[in-house]
């Protein structure tokens, strides 16, 4: 059983920054790969970042440059540091994770970029 629970969301103007984390329960942590997708309204859930078990990173074009995802396996937490943000970037940032092709998502946290 995996819990992941989001924070950091809420209201940034355009070019502003705010900084996501995902705080996870579970023994299996560290052998996980995680990421942040995100849905707006009418649009399906796309992948923003993922970062693998072994530190390997990906990132959607739209956002390659601006968000740095990042895990830290002691405290079972990955983060999304979002800089330089746009008011495309407004959605329900979800934290995943993903072990032995099991799906644990997190509730979702709300970003909304104001411009």
């Known amino acids: 059983q995996v819990q992941l629970v989001e924070s950091g969301g809420g209201l940034v103007q355009a070019g502003g920054s705010l900084r996501l984390s995902c705080a996870a329960s579970?023994?299996?942590?560290?052998?996980?790969?995680l990421g942040w997708y995100r849905q707006a309204p009418g649009k399906q859930r796309e992948m923003v970042a993922i970062i693998t078990s072994s530190g390997n990173t990906n990132y959607a074009d739209s956002v390659k440059g601006r968000f740095t995802i990042s895990r830290d396996n002691a405290n079972k937490t990955v983060s999304l540091q979002m800089n330089s943000l746009k008011s495309e970037d407004t959605a329900v940032y979800y934290c995943q994770a993903t072990r032995w092709g099991q799906e644990y998502w997190g509730q979702g946290t709300q970003v909304t970029v104001s411009s």
């Open positions: 579970g023994r299996f942590f560290s052998g996980a790969n």
